[in-house]
């Protein structure tokens, strides 16, 4: 019962953080991007709480439950594509407003920003519904509802809080939920480290950063698919376009980015320490701490993955508003808004109640997103020039190319797939870059 009301109190307070925020609605940009006034600390609080969704806990954790150590990588490449996003931050405030797609239309036309308004939100579709899934399996640990009941009432909570305050919902309970994702990280360590008795398997040292599990290649890989999205992202963009300004967007990036790496050495120790134990880290967790502390890492990881769907249901709404409507700053564009966050939340909530895991399909749709709009976006925010002509071409062929490499991939043909992965942003690039080049040659 202890751990079941610590649930009931965190859902509570996170609606009535919607409830408050919904009377700051003043205008559509609040609503979109927290009016643009957002400082350090909301903007790092979301950004690091949307970043550490169900995906990056419980996939830090489950993978270094079978990698072991080599684990660590999954976080620090995220945090490596922050590195790399610092610096370019100040241009995606600069020249971006609401959505990435917006940016992309302001660099290429609108046939670069209405593709990208169409594939985004299909792929964030899929997330959505896999954060439900993730929610639901975390409060079936209570051992006093089912897998259909925890759906729902997950489901409907962060629905109904995006839908109420938008951006600045979000802003407040991210950061709300941040804090309670490294508190709870914290309370499990303490619990570990204060048992004499309990150690890791497998000490750590530079030798078992890589493993027959776990390759260089492999490594590789993960930096081009999954490093890239932090550099190019929408739920990223989706933060950036919240600061108050360029050097507010620039350190909230750099920050969240050294906190992932003390935070992907909890996470990965909590699966090298439970990975003997044959258990999920829900039910080992449940074994190790007491109740009051077991309540905290549930609402810790619950924060997790919460705070990863409730960006992505309002970034998918805001998308397909501004691409029905064409202007987001009309007022049908908000409302329209708020009846596509009812509806994808709804359909995403269908597929969470018959389909309990889509985590292949996340990945392809991960590596086709990366594969299209990582270099245009990139070449797009530095003013390089391209050939706009080409635009359309490199945005399908480059991700076709990455979805097929990543399809031969699953079907064990991992050399030819990882060599299309890689030959996605090549071909990407050189549609782009390769007739401007000529043409300055012949104009020699």
């Not at 979301?46 to 270094?64: N, P, W």
């Not at 269908?350 to 990945?363: D, F, K, M």
């Not at 530095?382 to 062929?397: C, D, E, G, P, T």
């Amino acid at each position: 019962m202890q751990v079941e009301i610590t649930i009931a109190i965190y859902f509570l307070f996170i609606i009535g953080i919607g409830v408050y925020s919904a009377f700051q609605v003043k205008k559509p940009d609040d609503y979109y991007v927290a009016g643009k006034r957002a400082g350090w600390f909301p903007v790092s609080g979301s950004l690091l709480a949307t970043i550490l969704g169900g995906s990056a806990v419980l996939g830090t954790i489950e993978l270094s439950q079978t990698v072991g150590w080599p684990a660590l990588w999954f976080l620090f490449s995220a945090a490596a594509g922050l590195f790399v996003l610092v610096p370019v931050s100040k241009y995606v405030r600069r020249y971006g407003n609401f959505t990435l797609p917006e940016l992309l239309g302001n660099f290429y036309g609108k046939k670069a920003e209405v593709i990208a308004s169409v594939i985004i939100p299909l792929a964030w579709f899929g997330i959505v519904a896999a954060q439900i899934i993730a929610a639901a399996k975390i409060l079936t640990g209570l051992h006093s509802i089912t897998y259909q009941q925890a759906a729902l009432i997950s489901g409907s909570v962060f629905i109904l809080y995006t839908l109420l305050g938008g951006q600045w919902s979000i802003l407040k309970t991210d950061t709300l939920q941040s804090v309670l994702i490294i508190v709870g990280l914290a309370a499990m360590l303490f619990f570990i480290f204060t048992d004499p008795e309990k150690q890791v398997s497998q000490p750590l040292s530079f030798d078992a950063m890589f493993n027959d599990k776990f390759s260089f290649v492999d490594l590789l890989i993960l930096l081009v698919t999954y490093s890239v999205t932090f550099v190019v992202g929408p739920d990223i963009y989706s933060r950036i376009f919240c600061a108050r300004n360029e050097n507010t967007a620039s350190k909230s990036v750099l920050i969240v980015a050294l906190i992932l790496i003390p935070v992907s050495f909890g996470l990965t120790y909590l699966g090298v320490f439970s990975q003997n134990s044959g258990e999920g880290i829900v039910a080992f967790a449940e074994h190790l701490l007491p109740g009051w502390a077991y309540g905290l890492f549930l609402a810790a990881l619950l924060s997790a993955v919460m705070s990863s769907a409730d960006t992505t249901l309002l970034t998918s709404s805001i998308i397909l508003s501004e691409l029905i409507t064409g202007n987001l700053n009309r007022k049908n564009s908000l409302l329209l808004a708020r009846y596509l966050i009812i509806a994808i939340g709804i359909l995403s909530l269908i597929i969470a109640l018959y389909v309990t895991s889509i985590i292949q399909a996340l990945l392809l749709a991960l590596t086709f997103f990366s594969g299209a709009f990582v270099v245009p976006t990139l070449l797009g925010l530095l003013q390089i020039k391209v050939n706009k002509k080409n635009v359309a071409f490199a945005l399908i062929s480059g991700g076709s190319i990455a979805l097929i490499g990543k399809l031969l991939s699953l079907l064990n043909w991992e050399v030819a797939g990882n060599c299309l992965i890689f030959m996605a942003y090549i071909v990407n690039a050189i549609s782009l870059l390769l007739p401007v080049k000529i043409k300055t040659t012949q104009s020699k």
